[in-house]
């Protein structure tokens, strides 16, 4: 039998921030984490968040809302960091979208 269901692939919408300087902590929480923000489209409990290829620790806020503590070593140093979704369940990916350390 064929489903006629579509499975759409997450998207990142907006995220942030875009950039912060080296070494530099951004939006900083009561624990000291730096913690960047993702609204997107099609998300869901199997969605987590790869940076450069790591999975982050993230909080899914429901609706089309994720947060995540991003760890120093990816801002200790002037560079570009890949972002993007993964579903988990269907293996889609979303669109990437960068993070630059200046």
Same mark, same amino acid.
Request: glycine fraction near 10%; hydrophobic fraction near 40%; proline fraction near 4%.
């Given at each position: 039998?064929?489903?006629?269901? $579509?499975?759409? +692939?997450?998207?990142? $919408?907006? !995220?942030?921030?875009?950039?912060?300087? +080296?070494?530099?902590? !951004?939006? =900083?929480?009561?624990? #000291?984490?730096?913690?960047?923000?993702? &609204?997107? +489209?099609? @998300?869901?409990?199997?969605?987590?968040? &790869? !940076?450069?290829?790591?999975? $982050?620790?993230?909080?899914? @806020? #429901?609706?089309?809302?994720?947060?995540?503590?991003?760890? *120093?070593? %990816? %801002?200790?140093?002037? @560079?570009?960091? &890949?972002?993007? $979704?993964?579903?988990? +369940?269907? #293996?889609?990916?979303?669109?990437? =979208?960068? %993070?630059?350390? *200046?």
């Amino acid at each position: 039998m064929v489903s006629n269901y $579509l499975v759409e +692939a997450p998207q990142i $919408l907006r !995220f942030g921030p875009h950039t912060t300087n +080296a070494g530099v902590e !951004f939006n =900083v929480q009561q624990n #000291g984490d730096s913690v960047m923000w993702f &609204k997107v +489209a099609n @998300g869901k409990g199997t969605i987590v968040v &790869k !940076f450069d290829e790591e999975r $982050l620790n993230c909080y899914f @806020g #429901g609706g089309d809302l994720i947060t995540c503590s991003i760890p *120093k070593k %990816f %801002f200790e140093t002037p @560079g570009e960091h &890949k972002i993007y $979704l993964l579903d988990t +369940a269907t #293996g889609l990916t979303s669109n990437v =979208v960068i %993070f630059t350390v *200046k």
